[in-house]
T-cell receptor, first 113, second 114 residues
Framework: AQSVTQLGSHVSVSEGALVLLRCNYS??????LFWYVQYPNQGLQLLLK??????LVKGINGFEAEFKKSETSFHLTKPSAHMSDAAEYFC???????????FGQGTRLTINP | ETGVTQTPRHLVMGMTNKKSLKCEQH?????MYWYKQSAKKPLELMFV???????ENNSVPSRFSPECPNSSHLFLHLHTLQPEDSALYLC?????????????FGPGTRLTVT
């Protein structure tokens, strides 16, 4: 069965520091992968997605993620954290041909001044 | 209005009440979804509709009853809920179900069952 695991339910970094949010997937074939962000009292917003084109994907707000098949990972990074990046981040995966998007448990990112 | 809207944004209901959540998308999409977001749990897909036909029902209790009268509107009818049903209910849409298309989410309805 397909699953998505986000390591660390809570990540805290200083403003200006590197942000690294981890996501690993489990499926028999490489899925399509997504990162969403959720700000307080809002719905989810797409940050970026991998659809089997380039393995390094750039998204909005300076975020990017790299698909690594050998590690079954799709970690999200940003070189320099900003206070406005504080939010909940969700990794999600869907197998080609399937209709169900499977989400990870989410990682709450806190930015320290 | 643009994107995906949901009403009401907040709802408090007793266990014997009947209420409905409404979702509307202005994106011309053909697929719509209901998700439940509880604290400390992953998002749970509840229902998927494609061109007004339900294509996925994730073992959701019958006290939740979805309705999709057209491709722009989705309802979730609620009756005799339990306190554990308190959660954020999110609606989403996409051009078609699944595939490479991202889902666009509404802001959610915060439901509290007393």
């Amino acid at each position: 069965a397909q699953s998505v695991t986000q390591l660390g339910s809570h990540v805290s970094v200083s403003e200006g520091a590197l942000v690294l949010l981890r996501c690993n997937y489990s499926s028999s074939v490489p899925p399509y992968l997504f990162w969403y962000v959720q700000y307080p009292n809002q719905g989810l917003q797409l940050l970026l997605k991998y659809t089997s084109a380039a393995t390094l994907v750039k998204g909005i707000n300076g975020f990017e993620a790299e698909f690594k098949k050998s590690e079954t990972s799709f970690h999200l990074t940003k070189p320099s954290a900003h206070m406005s990046d504080a939010a909940e981040y969700f990794c999600a995966a869907i197998i080609q041909g399937a209709q169900k998007l499977v989400f990870g448990q989410g990682t709450r990112l806190t930015i320290n001044p | 209005e643009t994107g995906v809207t949901q009403t009401p944004r907040h709802l408090v209901m007793g266990m014997t009440n009947k209420k409905s959540l409404k979702c509307e998308q202005h994106l011309g999409h053909n697929a719509m979804y209901w998700y439940k977001q509880s604290a400390k749990k992953p998002l749970e897909l509840m229902f998927v509709y494609s061109l007004e036909e339900r294509v996925e029902n994730n073992s959701v209790p019958s006290r939740f009853s979805p309705e999709c009268p057209n491709s722009s509107h989705l309802f979730l009818h609620l009756h005799t809920l339990q306190p554990e049903d308190s959660a954020l209910y999110l609606c989403a849409s996409s051009p078609i179900p699944g595939g490479i298309y991202e889902q666009y989410f509404g802001p959610g309805t915060r439901l509290t069952v007393t």
